[in-house]
Every structure is written in structure tokens, then in C-alpha cells.
């Protein structure tokens, strides 16, 4: 019998929907093939590239599955992505560095290592080969903005500055851009911006409609040009509903394509024909009803959609009941993060951002709230692409994002009628790692301990709950509380039988129980975790130091010697001299 030589269709979306792409997408990843070689390009050549652009306009999927994807295939040295906060939880005690943004950073280029390096300098004098310069990204550095983490971020860039050898990429939002030129300018001498926009309407129907096609949902050429252009287009709607105008922007926002293709793969077909809501010329069938929500599943709470736009005659509908979806999925999430009523914060952003003619209003930031707001929630808002941001003159003023007055509007006036669902625990402990990113210890530690009363029978959640508490504790320097909170989680690690956890968190606690002073402790601690990860160079000099400090002074320098590098300035190497000099003149 014959083989059958028909492929079976595409069943995986090719989609990633609101989070970027990864560097294994680059071939779903459309419509940047020339904003990937040109900022590839300068990136190679530049000591300091800087990747500026506004929230959801898709700075990471750039970086990952457009430019990373080029350089490695021509055998660049690049170092993973790095960032400044967030990632796994993780025992913040257990890095020697004080610095929180140096320990995320640190923790980010090796994330396949248990214990970072101790050092920046240390850590990107061995990346790479002398012949090269070693390519190394930080993602999201506004980050490094949020709370009060000044001198933490000086103390960072002073770092990164004086590595030659090193070509930088960091990426940053707008509204944070000039802040970080006044920092840079006197460290960096070579520094090259490249701004990142929206996608060309031409762009996003590429985007949209090749991955679908590739995989075999057949989608009309007329169909992705009339979304796209469709997402390019502001209506000015009233209180009534009514689309009283209409402006044609410049370009599409890529969440909002995001949203929009998800859309399509949910409900456009395998075979042929067009896609609900358009005929097959790709004009819209006025009887079938727009979509609500993302192609993941309706927004919690049931869809959001409504009847297809009244105005008829084009593809509205199906754009903005995607976009209706995303948003409120943003809005209820940031309200429960903040214990705010969504529904109220729906209509706050109605009245204050949108007039009732419909067009766009402004709102100037105040010192801790906004037409009575927290600032906290209006950059959340941010983060999530709801709010735009200008600065002038240092001063900030927010403004809905493009495309978000209709929307925004619809949602406003059904917002009574959606359900709220409650926040989930695995998403509460992303609300406190996103608190804690935002400088907000006292959020973070309230969703942490709803999760570690609440999950008492889930051991996953109970170890990052309690993680992220001892990490709160150690942000304040209540030492004793986040040793507390470490060793409620090593008794859980225990029962997993993870050597390498288990050696990390031997680890913090060892460099808590020298912090404190209570030195055989910590020696005990600090071997304890040495047997575990005997690869690690940091936790041996930290034993060391536990040592010296009862006076063992020759085991401490028996150890050191073990680790030490040739640089003068390496820690192990200074604590060794220090200690071969103090053994000296005691002996004399």
C-alpha cells in the first residue's frame, strides 16, 4: 500500500499570544527581518546600543527571535539575556553581592548554573575570547527605575561601563529613556540608539496572515490586509456608542495583532473559506458576532464580546473584540493586585482618559496619586500596555494606549456585567514578584502570605511562598525573620531530595549566620552547602571568611587557595593575602 504523502495540518498555534517570542520562534516571528539585521548590526559594532521604544511594541521578541537567531548563526558570542529583576524565585541571601539589580543580573547570564559568579567584573572578564568582543543584552532596564534603587542602579552601570571587551545592548521603555541618557552619557562614550516602532500595516498582515497559512488555516490575502489596516485605524465613539471619527495611525501595536491572531486561530478554518465575521473577500459578515477574547480561552469571568460593531461595513468588530478581551484581562489582574474593584478601575480609566465625545484625555502624574489613583497602579497599567507615557521637563503624563478608546468605551459601559474572578495562587505569586520588581515590599509580602496560608497542601507553592517572604525580610535587613523564612523552606526542599536547592539554601542561610555574627554556624552551614555544590568558588570564600573569623586562619587559607585567580582584585585572592599577612605578623 502506498504511503500517504499528505501532510497533516499545523495543530500547534503559532502564536505566542502577550509574551515575546523565544529564540526558537524565529520562524513564526514575521515582519522584523530588517529591524533584526540592522540592530544585529549595531549591536556587533557599538560599545553601547541602546533598544528604546513603548510598552508592548515588541522589544524582547526583537531581541529574541530576530536578532539573537543572526548572530548565533554566525557564531557571535552572545551571552543569554539578562535582566535586572524578577525570574525563578530564588534565595536572594544566597549571592554575596549586596547589590539586588548586580544579583538579577548575575543570575540571568548563567541560568543553568545553581549559584551565580560573585562578581560583574569577574564574570565578563572570562566571557568570550580575546580575538572578539562578547555580546551581552539586559533586558527591561526600566525596571532598574522602579522604588528606590538609585544608588543600586549607578552602582550597576559603573560596572557594566569600564568592560571594553564587552558590547552592549540595553533595552529600555521610552519613558525612561532620557533618565538613563543623563546617568550614561558620562560612563559610556559610544552610544547608539536605535527606536523601535509599531508594525507598517503591510508588516502586520504578514505577520498575521503567514503563520496561519503556513499552517494550514487558509486566511485571504484581503482578509489580513483589511485587519490589519483595520488595527491601524482610532474611532473616536461617544458615550452612546455612536463612531462619530476616525484616525488612521501610523502603525499597529503588536500586542494587539497578538490578541487579533490568536482570534483567527481560534475560529479560522483548516480547509477553505474565510474566517468568521468576513466573507471571502475579506469584507465582514454583519451577522455573526465579533469575538471576546483571547485564543487561549475567554478572559475569566466569561467573553467580552459584544454583537458585531454596529457601524457594519468593516472587520472593527473582530479587533476590538479581541483587544476588549486583553484588556480586561489586564485591568481585573491589576486590580486584584493592588485589591482595587475592577470594575471601578474600568470606569476610572473611562472617565478620566476618555471624554465622553470620545477622544483621548491626558492625565498629569501626581507625587503618590493621579486623579486620585496610586501611581503604583497607573505604571502597572503601564507595564500591561493600557497606559501610554510622556515625560517632559521630568514630568509624567499618562494617556490611553493607541487604539484603546473604542475599546476602552465598550468595556466601560458592559463592565457591570463582567464576571471578576478571584486571583489564583500561582498568580498571586507573580503579583509579588512583580511588587517586589516595583520596589513594593509590603505587596509582596501580603500576596506571599495569602498563598502560604491558603496552599497549605501544595509544597511547590509553599517553597516560593516562603522563599519570597525571607527575600522580603532580607530586602528590610530583618536578618533574623529571613533566616526564619529560609529554614521553614529547607525542611521542604529536604523532603524533595534536591541536592542542588537544598545546597543553595544552606547557602543563604550560611551567609545570613555570618552576617549575624554567629560564625560556627555559619561554618557549619557554609560546609554543609560546599558538599552539596562543590563546584561553586563563592560559597568556598565564604567559609573561608567563617574560619578566619574564629581564628582558623590556616584552614581559611588552605581553602582559598583552592579558588583563588590571578586577578589581584579577585575576592578569594584579597582575603588570602590579607589573611598570609595577619598569620605573618603574628608570627613576628
Known sequence: MAANNVMAPNTACPFPGLRPYRSTEEALFRGRAQESAQLAALWRTRALTVL???????????????????LRRIGADVLPVGGVT??????????????????????????DTSLPPAGVHRFLRR???????????????????????????RELLGLLAPARHVHLLLCIRDDWLDAFLGEAEGLFPDIALFGLGGLAPAAAAEALGRPLRDAGRVVPPATAEALADDLATERIVDETGRVRASEHLEAVQPWQLQATCLWLWRTC???????????????????????GALASGDPPGGPVGEAADPSGGDPSGVADGAIRG??????????????????????????????????????????????????????????????????????????????????????ARQAGAL??????????????????????????????????TTATH???????????????????????????????????????????????????????????????????????????????????????????????????????????????????????????????????
Request: charged share 20%.
Open 419 to 452: 464576571g471578576v474572578p478571584a486571583l489564583g495562587l500561582s498568580d498571586r505569586l507573580r503579583a509579588a514578584l512583580e511588587a517586589l520588581a516595583d520596589g513594593d515590599q509590603s505587596r509582596a509580602e501580603r500576596h506571599a502570605r495569602h498563598v502560604v
Open 269 to 291: 478554518p483548516q480547509g477553505q473559506g474565510a474566517p468568521p465575521g468576513t466573507s471571502s473577500a475579506g469584507d465582514p459578515a454583519p451577522s455573526d458576532p465579533a469575538p
Open 86 to 111: 524578577a525570574g525563578p524565585v530564588f534565595p536572594e541571601a544566597a549571592i554575596p553581592s549586596a547589590n539586588p539589580l548586580v544579583r538579577a543580573l548575575l543570575r540571568s547570564w548563567v541560568p
Open 326 to 411: 486583553v484588556l480586561w484581562d489586564a485591568i481585573w489582574r491589576v486590580a486584584a493586585a493592588f485589591d482595587h474593584d475592577p470594575v471601578r478601575l474600568c470606569g476610572w480609566l473611562a472617565t478620566h482618559l476618555v471624554a465622553p465625545s470620545g477622544a483621548a484625555g491626558t492625565l498629569a502624574e501626581g507625587p503618590a496619586e493621579t486623579a486620585g489613583m496610586p501611581n503604583a497602579v497607573l505604571r502597572a497599567l503601564v507595564r500591561r500596555s493600557v497606559l501610554r507615557v510622556t515625560v517632559s521637563g521630568g514630568a509624567r503624563t499618562y494617556v490611553l494606549g493607541h487604539r484603546l478608546l473604542a475599546p476602552l468605551g465598550q468595556l
Open 458 to 588: 501544595d509544597l511547590r507553592l509553599q517553597i516560593d511562598a516562603h522563599t519570597i517572604l525571607g527575600n522580603v525580610a532580607f530586602a528590610r535587613g530583618q536578618l533574623a525573620v529571613a533566616q526564619d523564612a529560609y529554614e521553614r523552606v529547607l525542611v521542604l526542599l529536604e523532603t524533595q531530595r534536591d541536592k542542588a536547592s537544598v545546597g543553595v539554601m544552606l547557602a543563604a542561610i550560611g551567609r545570613l549566620s555570618l552576617s549575624r555574627g554567629d560564625l560556627p554556624a555559619a561554618q557549619g552551614l557554609l560546609r554543609a552547602a560546599a558538599a552539596r555544590l562543590p563546584a561553586d568558588r563563592s560559597i568556598k570564600v565564604e567559609l573561608a571568611r567563617a574560619l578566619a573569623g574564629t581564628g582558623q586562619r590556616t584552614a581559611a587559607v588552605a581553602i582559598l587557595s583552592t579558588v583563588m585567580t590571578a586577578a589581584e582584585d579577585d575576592e578569594a585572592h584579597a582575603l588570602h593575602r590579607d589573611l598570609v599577612t595577619e598569620m605573618s605578623d603574628h608570627a613576628t
Open 127 to 153: 566571557a568570550g575570547r580575546p580575538s572578539r568582543p562578547v555580546l551581552a543584552a539586559v533586558d527591561q532596564l526600566e525596571d532598574a527605575y522602579a522604588g528606590d534603587r538609585d544608588a543600586a542602579r
Open 52 to 70: 528604546h521604544g513603548p510598552s508592548g511594541i515588541g522589544k524582547s521578541s526583537l531581541l529574541h527571535a530576530g536578532v539573537l537567531p543572526l
